[in-house]
């Protein structure tokens, strides 16, 4: 397998090194025809969650956001055309297909030249791949591609086994593809392994190899020939050499890429376009050795081996502040660099300093402090800095055990316990104890505990507890309490509660977030407060008067709006209206609305108006249940100066999804009425079961329907 492989690699090298680069022109044109404009369509889909009996993934849902990311950064993909579906049922994903296959017709329609990518990363074995307990077998999967009318088609799939997808057709190595040339058409499908071979991820780069390594090689780590283009040839050759090398090693063994390509004309097909972005990091040609990026959570953002002399490598980032770690094979350099827009950002030799061998320790012991880098003080007095104690060393780190501050107080490092009424100060990190009645400020990471009436900042990671009369930040990642009267930042991932009477803001959360106003990206636990917002996923619940996120499992309150759950219409005749009009806000397992009712005759003719909660259920594919409860303020007999009644009612609907936007459904209703002003028929068609004078009002209760469509 490994020698039929390496032969494939060979080969598609081969077709690089002898693919003409430039198109040839007929003499009797003096200037290429000007072409159409290329537009790109991509469906991208993870999927954790592979059935019973398989082991569910961590990564497959990242995987498939990273590849949204470098795509719309610099593969020229407007977010508008790009569908990430993450865990999507079958149906989700034929509806996923219908978006791309309209999306494509009309562009076509315009005069635009149109490629398709499709991206799977999930389970997947020699049939097809995986979607919860369902399957999707391979040849309709192709099918499904291929009915999407574009005039190139690309398919990554990142799944065990698969292969066996392109095992199905004979895969042939033709002339590269070129963009300018109106008429190639064709297909190239990459997979990450082969049909007898398992898929790995990895906890280390924080995803798949074979899309880690694709995604670095698209950002510009495979950017061979420097021209600050990366082709799908350059892409498949970094990331088939990359994921063999990572995988090598593995329990898993040996991980082999594989292709099947059937293209038709002269060029290369560019995947990204490294001058079309504004934020580069360029690692200057004196820098060698594997290289690793990561971003400012800590996450592996690039990954290359680069030699030393061969060039400087660029590569596309979004803006911000990135850490970058060498390995020359003999020591370990690490530098930090802001990568900012529209300027030049380099990485050289200079700004990188050797990193000393890891020290390990058994649990309970201390790490060993280098003598010739930090002196270990253990008390230390002060007025205002410099008037302090630490002073008396001049040319070592300082390293605390207590440290008593009037005012302000400086340190390395603090191991135990610092007190100040004014403001404490620690160059790198705290092992203890901070306690002020002013300001704390960590450079680097907090083992413990700040408390201040003021402000806490940790620069680096926190582990314990930060607790404030007005503002706390951490610039890293924090693990357990932040609690403040105003504000709480957390730059990183926030693991625990955050608490404040103000604003929580954390780039992502496991946990906990309460406050009156709480923001982040990503979730997975729930907010509590009156607005909460997620710019992306809610794994769990918002509870508030307000409630946006991306996309959320359950929201709790009086306008709940999701972007992936979107806003409906639904119309329906009850026993209590004959007429009624909904606009219903949707999460995944749960939605509110806001309707109006309207009978317009007979006895129990008036009209209401209310709010509505309730849990949605899938059953099977199409079938779903939703059970709810609103209550609404009526008008009897359209006396709109009367006292009003209040009408609670309790619904069981089965409902038919046909469509994303169109919806049938249906069932019984429990309904209780108060009338306060007595003696009035209810509202519809009167029958009712039981009544309770409470004078001078009256509650009647009473079972009901309820048959409606959702739009």
């Known amino acids: ?57 961590r990564y497959a849902g990242s995987d498939a956001k ?25 149906t989700q994903l034929l509806d996923g297909f219908r978006w791309a296959q309209d999306r494509v017709a009309k562009a076509r329609a315009a005069g635009e030249r149109v490629q398709f990518l499709f991206y799977y990363s999930g389970h997947a074995d020699d049939r097809g791949v995986h979607l919860g307990a369902s399957q999707i077998d391979y040849p309709k999967l192709r099918g499904l591609i291929h009915a999407v009318d574009a005039q190139v088609r690309l398919g990554l799939l990142d799944s065990c086994s698969s292969g066996a997808f392109v095992r199905l057709k004979g895969g042939k190595m033709r002339p590269p593809l070129s963009t300018g040339d109106a008429n190639i058409q064709g297909h190239a499908f990459l997979t990450s392994s082969s049909a007898e071979e398992a898929a790995q991820e990895s906890d280390r780069i924080g995803g798949s190899y074979f899309t880690h390594y694709l995604v670095s090689g698209l950002r510009g780590a495979a950017d061979v020939n420097r021209d600050r283009r990366v082709t799908l040839h350059e892409a498949y050759r970094f990331a088939f050499d990359e994921t063999l090398k990572g995988t090598e090693t593995t329990l898993g063994r040996a991980q082999h890429p594989v292709y099947d390509i059937q293209l038709v004309g002269t060029g290369d097909l560019v995947m990204t376009d490294l001058r079309e972005t504004t934020a580069v990091l360029d690692i200057h040609s004196s820098v060698g050795g594997r290289v690793y990026v990561r971003d400012a959570d800590g996450r592996l953002a690039a990954e290359l081996y680069k030699g030393v002399g061969a060039g400087a490598v660029s590569l596309a980032l979004e803006p911000g502040r990135y850490s970058v770690v060498i390995d020359d094979g003999a020591k370990m350099w690490r530098g930090t660099v802001d990568v900012r827009p529209g300027v030049q950002n380099e990485l050289t030799r200079a700004e990188l300093t050797p990193v000393g061998a890891e020290t390990t320790t058994m649990r309970g012991d201390e790490v060993p402090i280098d003598p010739s880098q930090y002196r270990v003080m253990p008390f230390q007095f002060g007025l205002v800095y410099p008037l302090t104690t630490n002073r008396i060393e ?18 390395a490092q603090i191991h135990g316990v610092e007190v100040s009424s004014g403001g404490n100060w620690v160059d790198e990190d705290v092992r203890g104890v ?126 709940n709006v999701t972007r992936k759950g979107g806003i409906y219409a639904d119309i329906w005749t009850s026993d209590i ?13 749960t939605y509110s609305f806001l309707a109006i009712g309207l009978h317009p005759a007979g006895q129990g003719r008036g009209f209401m108006s209310g709010v509505g909660f309730g849990g949605h259920i899938p059953i099977k594919q199409r079938f779903y249940l939703d059970i709810d409860l609103a209550t609404y303020w009526a008008q009897p007999q359209f006396r709109f100066r009367d006292n009003p009644a209040l009408i609670n009612s309790l619904r069981v609907m089965f409902g038919w999804q046909e469509h994303r936007r169109f919806a049938v459904w249906g069932g019984p209703t429990l309904n209780l009425d108060i009338d306060f002003q007595g003696g009035r028929e209810r509202m519809g068609y009167g029958w009712v079961v039981e009544r309770a004078p409470i004078d001078p009002h009256e509650m009647r209760v009473w079972p009901g329907f309820v048959v409606g469509i959702s739009l």
């Not at 693990?479 to 403040?484: C, N, P």
């Open 1 to 57: 397998m490994i020698t039929l492989t390496s032969l494939a690699a060979l080969t598609l090298s081969s077709a690089l090194t002898v693919a003409p680069r430039e198109p040839v022109y007929d003499d009797a044109a003096a200037v290429p025809v000007p072409q159409p404009q290329t537009r790109r369509v991509a469906l991208i889909v993870g999927a954790n969650d592979g059935g019973p009996g398989r082991v569910k993934l």
């Open 66 to 90: 990273a590849l949204s990311r470098v795509l719309a950064d610099v593969g020229g993909i407007d977010r508008r055309d790009a569908f990430v579906l993450l865990d999507p049922n079958p």
């Open 394 to 411: 001049k040319q070592r780190k300082v390293i605390n055990r207590f440290s008593l501050n009037l005012i302000l107080g400086r340190a």
């Open 434 to 559: 901070q306690l002020s009645a002013g300001a704390n400020y960590v450079g680097g990471n907090v083992h413990g505990v700040q408390s201040t009436a003021g402000v806490n900042i940790a620069r680096g990671n926190l582990r314990g507890v930060q607790g404030a009369a007005g503002f706390n930040s951490v610039g890293g990642d924090a693990l357990g309490v932040q609690a403040a009267a105003g504000v709480n930042v957390v730059r990183g991932h926030m693991r625990g509660i955050q608490a404040v009477g103000g604003v929580n803001w954390a780039r992502s959360v496991a946990g906990i977030q309460i406050a009156p106003v709480n923001v982040t990206k990503e979730i997975r636990g729930a907010q509590v407060g009156v607005i909460g917002v997620a710019a992306g996923k809610v794994r769990g619940a918002q509870i508030g008067v307000i409630n946006y996120a991306d996309e959320a499992d359950a929201q709790v309150g009086v306008l």
């Open 577 to 589: 209206a004959a007429l009624n009009l909904a606009v219903k806000f949707r999460a995944k397992y």
